[in-house]
């Protein structure tokens, strides 16, 4: 069964109140905005060949939109990733298997002086499908 992220993203924001420890982050409406474009699929994958990976898009310091090849992917990062979704910032990885995986640690570095900013680790990528425009 599909999830509409309409209706997730609504819930988050509606229980934004009650938050604990444990529940994500705050969905801002930019963000609910554009994932209000896609339902998740239920499907997830711990790694991406990097080959296939066409872009990662900060959407804000918790979550990245990833498109591989013509799917896309929603990661949750463990934590926040601070400057992510900064312009003038790039994300960065080293990974020697050839595969961008969960766990995998990201980098944030400034574009200006190539300082790291901040880091995070990624979560799975859980797989997305695009809503048909009508």
């Known amino acids: ?17 009650c938050a604990s420890a444990v529940e994500p982050e705050e969905v801002s409406q930019e963000v609910a905005e ?12 711990s790694c991406i060949g990097v080959t296939q ?8 310091e918790s979550r990245f939109l990833v498109r591989a090849g013509g799917a896309y992917y929603l990661n949750e990062v463990s934590g926040r990733c601070n400057g992510a979704d900064r312009a003038f ?10 595969q961008l ?3 995998e640690i990201i980098r944030i ?11 995070c680790s990624l979560g799975d990528f859980q797989e997305l499908e695009e809503i048909a425009t009508e």
């Not at 554009?34 to 994958?45: H, K, M, N, P, Q």
């Open 1 to 17: 069964m599909k999830l509409k992220w309409k209706a997730a993203v609504a819930a988050m924001l509606a229980a934004g109140g």
């Open 101 to 103: 995986c969960r766990n």
């Open 34 to 45: 554009r994932l209000a474009e896609f339902e998740a699929t239920g499907e997830t994958r």
């Open 89 to 98: 910032n790039r994300l960065q990885y080293t990974t020697s298997i050839g």
């Open 109 to 119: 570095v400034d574009n200006s002086n190539g300082f790291t900013v901040g880091s």
């Open 53 to 60: 990976i066409r872009t990662i898009d900060a959407l804000d």
